[in-house]
């Protein structure tokens, strides 16, 4: 049995889907198990992180667990006791999916919100491997609106590059550390093959939406201030920012050879977005020919 929490998110839904294709025995965490759509025979169990006795009883009697923590300055000893809980319920295999820049200095605080999940993953005395990816390409799902509307898309990173990832491949690595061994005491940076900047993305969805797409440098006051306006905590503002400053400097222009290694390729962000055209293009229906 392995539990997979986060189990309705980016990452964790697609490791439960390719789970299941795989005949595992799969159980999903998710605080609204009615809510939840997970292939056939998946377990769904309720758990919040916020509810450790839950966290336990959705643990019990598995070997392995995929760790998502809740990321944000407020939830820092959140991994460390969901590690904690998954040793005490008896799990052998720890899987924690942090980020990359974990323990960078020049990040400041964000680059510590990880820090203590893996320690205790680390620490743990079971299996552990600890998965660092890159920006994901379904971040740039929250310019669809814009670019179906035909509007420019807003950047906060400059010419910085990243080793942009479809998160499929993260979800991938997962399965393959939560399945095998090979993989233990391991800590993983997995990106994409080639980096790319903000404009490179928007000229890759122009391709897939037909029409030009825009790109417009904007303040980081003004993008503190819609964050704020948003409900987010300053201190999560400034973490967000500090982030989005360390790629604009170049930090994170990073490809690594680690996703090609474990799977024998890693998707490009071009393939990524053939793949998700329908959510860029006005008339859908165009996507599909």
Known sequence: ?????????????????????????????????SRAEVPAGVEVVRGDYTDLASMRSAMDGAEAAFIVGVLG?????????????????????IVKLSA??????VLGR????????????????????????????????????????????TNLTG?????????????AVAVEALVSTEHAGKIYTLTGPELRTTHDLAETLAD??????????????EAREYM???????????GAL??????RAGHNAIVTDDVRRILGRARTYAEWAADHASAFVADASVAAH
Not at 77 to 82: G, I, P
Not at 132 to 152: D, E
Not at 208 to 221: C, L, N, R
Request: glycine share 12%.
């Open 1 to 33: 049995m392995i539990v997979i929490t986060g189990a309705t998110g980016t990452i964790g839904s697609e490791i439960v889907r390719q789970l299941a294709d795989r005949d595992m025995s799969v159980r999903a965490v998710t605080r609204e198990p």
């Open 110 to 153: 964000v680059g510590t919100w990880h820090l203590p999940g893996e320690q205790a993953a680390r620490e743990s005395g079971v299996d552990w491997t600890i998965l660092r990816p890159s920006s994901f390409a379904s971040n740039t799902l929250s310019w669809a609106g814009a670019i179906r509307a035909g509007k420019p898309v």
């Open 208 to 221: 897939v939406a037909g029409h030009s797409v825009e790109v417009v440098d904007i303040a980081e006051s």
């Open 100 to 105: 990359i820049g974990t323990g960078e200095t």
């Open 242 to 247: 500090a982030g989005q400053a360390y790629v």
């Open 228 to 238: 704020l306006a948003s409900g987010l905590s300053a201190e999560f503002a400034d």
């Open 159 to 171: 010419s910085g590059a990243q080793g942009v990832i479809d998160p499929r491949d993260v979800s």
């Open 73 to 93: 300055p407020e939830y820092v000893d959140a991994d460390r006791a969901l590690i904690t809980t998954a040793r005490e319920a008896g799990i052998g295999r």
